[in-house]
């Protein structure tokens, strides 16, 4: 997400050509993660991705990150400002906003796919916290996380969600056995259950 956003920056400010010269012989991997119909917020906007594309496709050749492999691999000369594209977690907006646009640019991406996800054995844990924050009735929320405390208002579906985006920053920073002792806690906290699906 941030080599995005700051592609777009370098872009609104004209120091695009620098970045372009200064990564001269080297391959970009950009990584995306979530997409939205609408500006704002941490996804990549339709409009911003469409955007992103445009120069990508003037300035860069975009391979698929296996291709890149193989042509290091084997040796090979890589094309000139070679540059991937790959998306993490496989939400339904990377079929649904990001397809389309590679389509319409033919332009690869890889996509990384979260399988435990998709057959409902794990939730992705970065998931976990906007579901307890929405679903619970508390009205507010206190905790201590790794010797932080934490309190937030629940007063409606912005602070929630802004309450489930600062827990998980907090929870980032943890080894995973930390993150899951943590979010059980956090479910435990807010009376609800991880396992409901619905």
């Not at 004209?14 to 993660?33: D, E, N, Q, S, W």
Request: hydrophobic letters at 45%.
């Amino acid at each position: 997400m941030l080599k995005h956003t700051l592609l777009n920056l370098m872009y609104a400010c004209g120091a695009a050509a620098p970045f372009r010269l200064a990564h001269r012989g080297k391959v970009i991997i950009l990584t995306y993660h979530r997409f939205s119909e609408c500006d704002g917020g941490l996804a990549t906007s339709a409009r911003a991705f469409r955007k992103q594309l445009d120069y990508l496709t003037g300035h860069y050749s975009i391979i698929p990150l296996a291709k890149i492999l193989e042509l290091l691999t084997n040796g090979l000369d890589l094309p000139p400002s070679p540059v991937a594209i790959t998306i993490d977690d496989g939400h339904r907006d990377a079929y649904e906003i990001a397809f389309p646009i590679l389509a319409r640019y033919h332009a690869p991406a890889t996509m990384f796919v979260v399988t435990d996800f998709i057959d409902r054995k794990s939730w992705l844990w970065t998931d976990k916290l906007p579901f307890l924050t929405t679903r619970t009735r508390a009205s507010e929320f206190e905790m201590v996380i790794d010797g932080l405390r934490l309190r937030f208002e629940l007063s409606n579906r912005a602070s929630r969600l802004e309450a489930a985006s600062r827990i998980n920053a907090v929870l980032k920073s943890l080894r995973d056995e930390r993150k899951d002792v943590n979010i059980v806690k956090v479910a435990s906290s807010m009376r609800v259950d991880l396992t409901d699906l619905s």
